[in-house]
Structure formats: C-alpha cells, structure tokens
C-alpha cells in the first residue's frame, strides 16, 4: 500500500477530492490550494479520475514550462485556435510559482479569448490561493489538514486487517496514531507500519497523548470486564458492600472493580477470577491517575483472557 494512493481513498481528502470534481460538474474552474507536502501529482490523478467516471469531458495537462512561461491568454489561443474547448479540463500545477498561480487564476476569472472556454483546475500553495480572489466562475478549495481521526482510523484498518490484526489492536492503534501523528499523514502512515508495542514504549511520543488512546480503547474494555463479572458471578457478590473510606454500596451494579477485587480477595471468587480481577484493578486504577498502561501489562497471560493486543 503506497502512501499516495492511501491518501487519496481516506475520508477527509476523498471528500476533498470529490467536492472539486462537482465544482467542475457545475461548469466552474477551481483553485485548489495546497500545502507543500500535499502529493500534488496524486491529486492531479484522482481528479481525472473523477472526471471520466463522470464523463465531465477531456483532461489535459499543461506542460509545466507553459505554466510558468507563457502567458494563459497566450497558451488557450494557441492551444485551441478559436475552437470550442468548452469539453476540456485543463490541469495546471503551478505549486512553486505564486505569480503564474496568480496569473492563471485571474485568466480563470476573466476568460477573455473564448465563447465556450475550458474549464481550469489550478494546483497552487495555500497561501496563494487564499489570497486569490473567487468570483462565480471560479471555485476555491484549500486543503488544511491532512489527518483526522477517522483518517487515521482508515489507514491502521486496511493495514490490520491485512495483517489479522485483532479489533482491540486495531482500535488502539488507530487511536494512538490519531493522537500522535495530528496534521501529518506521513508520519501516520510510518507510525501505522511500526508495531503497537513499539509505539506504546516510544519515550519520544508525548506521553499525555498515548494515555488519551489507551483511556478511550482501555477503559471501555475495563468497564465491559466489569460488567460480565457482575452478571456471571452475581450470586458471589457480597451486598451491602462496605468500601475502606466508610462509603457503603447498596446495589451489585454499583460495585466497581475495586469492590469486586476486594470481594475476590476476601475467598469469594474463583482463582482465575482473582487475578483477572487484580489485572483490571491496576489498569483501571493507572488511566485513573493519567498513567501509561504499558506494553507488558496489556500483553500478559492474563489481559489475553479478556483481549489480544499481540502483533
């Protein structure tokens, strides 16, 4: 799977993608602005795509030269002679020159030399286009931010289920990789590559972001650990339940995983139970207190028998 076309096909830059090809559907040519690292040339690709699958007419690339050089008054006389070029889409990538992206986009907004003239896709910085002006012939699009969460999400998915990864180890890895790769899909896709438990013991990652992931994967399984045990066990649990700071509780669904440890460790358990009971109690008690679960404990004999977050 390369990083381009992962790019291309998640949901954030799909839509992206998708809004610019209705954009020259309705008839308008577009700006679409750009950061530096954007894969330009994928851009360009899916565009056209999008155009033959809706049979939007012809796509042409302007010769990189001719973008920078000539003067796009100059290039559509020459390259159409007065012809009809209304069925044409022209693709201009002007990324790394801010005075022919501000050249072509005022020929976009003018279209001074055709009756029927082509529409415009014009690639440039996303400074530039912001400081281009639109008009109801021409669009604008800037692209922002190239990961969100569900981005992110996409991206560990395709790569865990074609490894069998299990859904726990997907979803803790996609949520990790949201939280540590932010603005930039590169490093989510080098990040979605590397295993989990490299990444959970990386002592450069912040470490407030990779507790943030494990609290919002971990603590749900705690919370459904504690309730099967409230249900399969319910005869053994001991109501009322009196807590060390004096608190009493008075309903079976209001004892915590504390309650049932302390309950499990009084003899009202079965052995098994016991350390399940004494894994959860840590891991709970760790997201609790803004700590790290680390690698080893959310691998161990024991957290196997509720998940498996194995490579």
């Given amino acids: 799977m390369s990083f381009p076309r992962t790019w291309a096909r998640l949901p954030g830059p799909a839509d992206f993608l998708d809004a610019i090809v209705k954009d020259l559907t309705d008839r308008n040519s577009v700006l679409v602005g750009l950061p530096d690292e954007a894969p330009v040339t994928v851009v360009a690709l899916e565009i056209a795509d999008g155009i033959k699958r809706s049979e939007l007419g012809r796509w042409e690339t302007v010769p990189s030269n001719e973008a920078y050089k000539t003067a ?155 309730r099967r045990l409230l249900d399969v066990h319910r005869s053994l649990w001991r109501i009322p339940h009196l807590r060390e700071n004096g608190e009493e509780i008075q309903s079976r669904e209001d004892l915590e995983i504390g309650d ?17 009971l004494d894994w959860l109690r840590r891991v709970r008690n760790a997201l609790a207190h803004n700590e790290i679960v680390p690698w080893s404990t959310l691998v161990s004999p024991v957290a196997l028998q509720i998940t498996d977050f194995r490579e």
Wanted: proline share 5%.
């Fill in 72 to 226: 796009p008054l100059e290039y559509i006389t020459r390259r159409f002679d007065g012809r009809d070029a209304e069925g044409f889409v022209l693709w201009i990538d002007v990324m790394n020159e801010d005075a022919a992206a501000a050249k072509w986009a005022e020929y976009a907004r003018r279209y001074t030399c055709l009756e029927k003239p082509p529409r415009i896709c014009i690639a440039m910085s996303a400074a530039c286009a912001e400081s281009c002006r639109e008009d109801k012939r021409l669009r604008r699009r800037l692209w922002r931010d190239f990961v969100t969460a569900s981005d992110a999400r996409v991206l560990v998915e395709r790569l865990g289920r074609r490894f069998g990864r299990s859904p726990e180890h997907i979803a803790l890895k996609s949520a990790l990789i949201a939280e540590l790769a932010g603005p930039d899909l590169a490093f989510a896709e080098r990040l979605a590559r590397e295993p989990l438990g490299r990444i959970l013991s990386e002592k450069d990652h912040p470490p407030e972001r990779i507790w943030a992931a494990q609290l919002s994967v971990v603590f749900p399984l705690v919370e459904r650990e504690r």
């Fill in 260 to 276: 049932l440890a302390a309950q499990a460790w009084q003899g009202r358990a079965l052995e098994i139970e016991r350390r399940r």
